[in-house]
């Protein structure tokens, strides 16, 4: 006997809806399993509280689904459940190894059975960093720094004495460029040429040359091959300031994470404060306002928000707070 687990999403608790989702649940587990519906012995569904309006049993009965014994039950509530969800357990004759299928935003109740994206833009200071850190964990999926690379990058050029603005060189050096992103202990590691620079590029000088180099195209080209390879290979989390738009932007979750100049300016502060740095906070205001410029001007995958993207103003938000929303729209998402 086989046992065949599957889920899906409705956006509203009305009949319509229910039918839809269950005939299109039932018929992609058939299709994906090769079933043949006299070898159903039953199928059995639950559903959060949320869903009323019919039962998913009845909707599968109307669907066609009727040759073996269908049984509903309604789920107790839990906090943090994903809303408006249907699962269903079909059980039918055979030895065949099971396909299970999950479907619209149910889909990211499986990570192990799909690859997915999740895009995290925004300006320099909002955030970004530490939340898509926050969610990699949260989610048990890859946090790729993107900006890490670009900052390598920048490291490189300096070390060489190349003028981050001078393109031909910085082509140049690409073409040797050792560039390594190594995961360790839950963590990202930035080598290059062999070495750990994972707290070198995170230097000031080195953030301020990494928006500059970060608009070259020839970095870019370079830079988003890495990432998309990297992204083909695993379900991830990916922050930057093009991701969503340049990047992958077919990805299926898009996040524009801000917050006001004087909010990143101290979060900027504290932090480099925190590692012995003496900064002087009134040109670090002007150097975040001075990179917002660079990076939305560029001519290059400048920083935009993505159309379909939703909108994070982290201003008076706590990270928990921001990590919470954008997990609130993952599963409310279709």
Do not use: W
Not at 172 to 181: F, G, K, N, P, S
Not at 203 to 215: D, G, L, N, Q, Y
């Amino acid at each position: 006997m086989r046992a065949i687990r599957g889920a899906t999403t409705v956006q509203q608790d009305t009949p319509e809806e229910i039918r839809a989702a269950v005939k299109e649940l039932l018929e992609t587990i058939a299709e994906e399993n090769a079933l043949a519906l006299e070898s159903c012995i039953s199928i059995l569904f639950s559903n959060t509280e949320d869903i009323r309006s019919l039962y998913p049993a009845k909707a599968a009965r109307e669907a066609g689904f009727s040759s073996c014994a269908l049984f509903s039950a309604q789920e107790p509530v839990i906090d943090g459940a994903l809303p408006l969800c249907i699962r269903v357990l079909v059980l039918a004759e055979g030895d065949a190894p099971a396909r299970h299928v999950y479907l619209r935003a149910a889909a990211g109740l499986r990570k192990d059975l799909g690859k997915y994206a999740i895009a995290l833009d925004g300006p320099s200071g909002s955030g970004k960093s530490t939340v898509a850190k926050r969610l990699s964990r949260e989610l048990d999926i890859l946090y790729l720094d993107t900006g890490a690379m670009y900052r390598a990058c920048a490291l490189k050029a300096s070390q060489c004495g190349i003028d981050v603005s001078d393109e031909p060189a910085v082509a140049a050096m690409l073409q040797t460029l050792d560039l390594r992103i190594e995961y360790r202990g839950g963590a990202q590691h930035t080598l290059l040429d062999g070495q750990d620079v994972s707290e070198a590029i995170r230097r000031p000088e080195v953030s301020m040359a990494a928006s500059k180099i970060s608009a070259l195209g020839c970095v870019r080209k370079k830079m988003v091959e890495m990432q998309r390879e990297i992204a083909k290979q695993q379900s991830c989390v990916l922050d930057g300031r093009d991701i969503g738009t340049a990047v992958l932007p077919d990805a299926p979750f898009k996040f524009f994470v801000t917050a006001s100049v004087p909010v990143r300016a101290k979060r900027r502060f504290d932090e480099l404060c925190a590692k012995g740095y003496t900064v002087d906070y009134a040109a670090l205001e002007k150097e975040i306002e001075e990179r917002d410029r660079n990076d939305a001007s560029r001519a290059i995958s400048p920083l935009r928000r993505a159309e379909d993207a939703v909108l994070v103003d982290t201003s008076e938000m706590s990270i928990e707070e921001v990590v919470a929303f954008i997990r609130r729209r993952i599963q409310e998402k279709v």
